[in-house]
DNA sequence: ACACAAGCATACCGGTCGGTATGTAATTCG
DNA sequence: CGAATTACATACCGACCGGTATGCTTGTGT
């Protein structure tokens, strides 16, 4: 009764949703295809799903914020050094061997870059979740900013925008240039702007 | 004779196909609103272009890179003061009022994103641009740190990469965010970090 | 055990998609 | 001027799209 048969179904029809939406976009992803890769028909995606928009948004609240938030905000948020805590997510992301992230590139950009200009529920969603992540990321500066490890002249809500910024870029460039060697390259300098934030180039 | 007709016409299928892939990208553009805004019927489109794909790419070839020409490689290739140039461009691009930047964002990224993993055509040619892109940035280093503008400690290649992937990753987070307020500020953290790559945070 | 609802399958619908076959008007060239 | 090619228009096609109506099956509460 923990995990009842309704929730499964759901569930397999949200994680083959997100591996479409991840694979093709939104509006060329096919319903059909999700079906054919759960085993499932329209009757049982219609049941728990009105339309693909509302797909869309599950996905987006259910899986590619979880997932953002296991791998990034919550390593940021409940973290004591803050800073060297970020430094070794962007260190990691640099580091992925999973191709995935590579060839497809990060859920979150995609589905921005794509879907906020030709939707506002959309675009509601994936801007909190941007907002989260910079928000976590300001958070990391200004705590260590407090704690003397980050120079007090930095203004650490632009710094937060711009590290997100660039993050997405260097993820979106590496996706579209295919190649992992220019991603390291690429972060490798996004670790060098976040270090010129310290005092003196330390930690 | 100097402009024929038929070349006209094909300039006016050019440019509607451009705004309508602007809008909703590639896959997601319809021949019929291309046809609509042009005014033109499908024999003229499929006489000029024998697929949609042929069209995409040309719109690629003849309207994109002309335009990133124009706007960004040229001034850059022929600046006597590649830096200062570079930080101009900046600066400019993150003035722009023009929303439809803002608000669409950079045409290049966003097919980058949308066909870089689904078209191996569209991949070749988008990240030829892309590179000449880096080149002339990578170039523009290059010669100031020659001239003893840029700190010699500098690798060129990976720095002109970040600077490409951040300044693109700036156009699409302000592009979901549709805040023109944070690209200003994201932009301004980029400038900062070309600065960086200054001898004394001179110029 | 029975009623009733929840979960899911099947068949079908109108609409839009990119693409094609064919016809006609305009242009070029011998 | 006449023939041939180019430049376009019109009508139509099959495929696929998201969505719906209906019915069967399974589980749940009493």
Known sequence: MV???TDLTRDKLLRAAFDEIHLHGFQAAS???ILRDTGLTKGA???HFPTKQTLG???IDEVVEAQLDA???????ESGQPVQTLLKLI???????ELETIVLGCPLNNLMQEMSPLDEEFKTRLNRILSVWQAEVEGALKRDK?????RSDVDCRAAALFIVSAWEGCVGIAKSQQSLKNFGLCMKQLHHYVQSLAVSGEE
């Open 3 to 5: 995990t009842r048969q």
């Open 31 to 33: 319903i059909a295809n």
């Open 45 to 47: 995606l219609y049941h």
């Open 57 to 59: 948004l599950a996905v």
């Open 71 to 77: 791998w990034i905000f919550s390593p940021l948020r």
């Open 91 to 97: 260190d990691e992301s640099g580091r992925k061997t």
């Open 146 to 150: 407090k704690a003397g490890v980050v």
